[in-house]
């Protein structure tokens, strides 16, 4: 089983969060990153991922494994689109399920900052006045 | 000493270099020396020290020396999430 995915159509929620739940877990915690029509002042119109797909899921992966073995959590899964998304589409979502809050919202913030920093997706840009870029940020701040 | 390595390109890199990857005969002692070599050939502004490298799918070191028949991936800054 693999708790770390990359996937090239739309995320399935609901089957995540059912994967997730467990009768030792009391609490459950999910980010969700969307397609943000904004960046650094420019009006964005849609973006595509693209991954390095064999390092990103096994980097995926660990930092999964990572999550489960610094906190009390029962279960955690990951999964990152890849591909081209519109604005307001799902492009990461992150789960958690725990005994208790506490551990189940630290994990899953723990999850998405390290695969923001860590797994080799990058994020291409197109912006309404046609131009497009690919990001790559050198330092990353909560705000990104 | 020649290696036949197959260098492999993403995003900024790719767009650069106008290929996703390249079977390419390097002399480079090490994969620091390959990223100066594909650097040279293709015009990269990037620093080697602004990137991270993989062979064969696994992070490598920039001292590892180029081993023949390896598939080597330099990974600009990333921005998943």
Same mark, same amino acid.
């Given at each position: ?5 990359? &996937? ?49 899921? $096994?980097? #995926? ?11 009390? !959590?029962?279960?955690?899964? @990951? ?7 519109? !604005?307001?589409?799902? &492009? ?5 399920? &725990? ?8 994990? @899953? ?6 695969? $923001?920093?860590?797994?080799? !997706?990058? $994020? ?5 006045? #046609?131009? &497009?870029?690919w990001l790559h940020p050198e330092s990353l701040s909560? $705000?990104? | ?44 502004? +990037? ?14 070191? +920039? ?19």
């Open positions: 089983m693999s708790r770390f995915e990359l &996937a090239d159509s739309e995320i399935d929620v609901v089957g995540l969060r059912l994967a997730l739940r467990d009768e030792h877990a009391g609490a459950f915690a999910s980010f969700e990153g969307w397609v943000r029509d904004h960046n650094e002042g420019r009006a964005v119109q849609g973006l595509h991922y693209e991954a390095y797909a064999a390092l990103a899921e $096994k980097e #995926g992966e660990r930092i999964v494994d990572e999550a489960l073995a610094r906190f009390a !959590i029962v279960e955690a899964r @990951c999964v990152h689109r890849v591909g081209e998304l519109r !604005i307001g589409e799902l &492009a990461v979502w992150v789960g958690v399920s &725990a005994a208790h809050r506490g551990a189940a919202f630290d994990a @899953c913030r723990y999850v998405i900052d390290e695969v $923001k920093l860590r797994v080799p !997706i990058w $994020k291409q840009e197109r912006y309404r006045d #046609g131009d &497009a870029g909560p $705000k990104d | 000493m020649m290696a036949a390595v197959s260098l492999l390109y993403f995003a900024s890199l790719r767009e650069v270099a106008g290929i996703e990857t390249e079977a390419i005969e390097s002399v480079a002692s090490d994969l620091q020396g390959l990223y100066f070599e594909a650097q040279a050939r293709h015009g990269f502004k +990037w620093p080697q020290a602004s990137l991270r490298v993989a062979v064969d799918g696994e992070f490598a070191r +920039w001292a590892d020396p180029v081993r023949e028949g390896s598939e080597i991936a330099f990974i600009p800054p990333v921005s998943g999430g």
